[in-house]
């Protein structure tokens, strides 16, 4: 199970070499790909690559004015996939979101291999500073 935050990075090249990274290989393993980001202001070429690659697509906007809630929906998804899972499985969240690691945890505890990866540090972007104030 891979769940992709398309928030984090919307541009297509940069969720190419992410996907390019993980070396998805469906002939040889099934896994489900969740890409969970706000569809209206995502660009068809991300949605196009996405479903090329086999991913379902969520829509995290739940409403008109409703910004985005892509953490809370891959969180909700990724607790109710731990539910059903066993030891051995595994599962990947493509975010820059540490918050995430707590998933990591919970999974670890149920004999689940986890992994978060960060699309900034695969591709070497460093993060921007926060202005001061």
Do not use: C, K
């Not at 541009?11 to 489900?32: F, N, P, Q, Y």
């Not at 809630?69 to 969180?75: E, H």
């Not at 992994?115 to 695969?122: G, H, K, N, P, V």
């Amino acid at each position: 199970m891979i769940f992709f935050d398309v928030e984090n990075t919307s541009r297509a090249e940069h969720i190419e070499r992410v996907l390019t990274h993980l070396g998805l290989d469906w002939s040889t393993r099934a896994t489900e790909l969740v890409a969970v980001g706000n569809w209206r202001v995502i660009g068809h070429d991300t949605a196009r690559l996405l479903a090329r690659r086999g991913a379902e697509l969520v829509h995290s906007a739940p409403s008109v004015g409703v910004r985005d809630w892509s953490d809370l929906r891959i969180a909700v998804a990724a607790g109710v996939w731990l539910a059903g899972a066993r030891p051995g499985d595994a599962m990947e969240i493509v975010t820059d979101d540490q918050a995430f690691d707590a998933v990591g945890d919970v999974a670890a505890s149920l004999g689940v291999l986890f992994r978060r990866l960060s699309y900034r540090a695969l591709l070497g972007v460093v993060a921007e500073e926060a202005p001061e104030e």
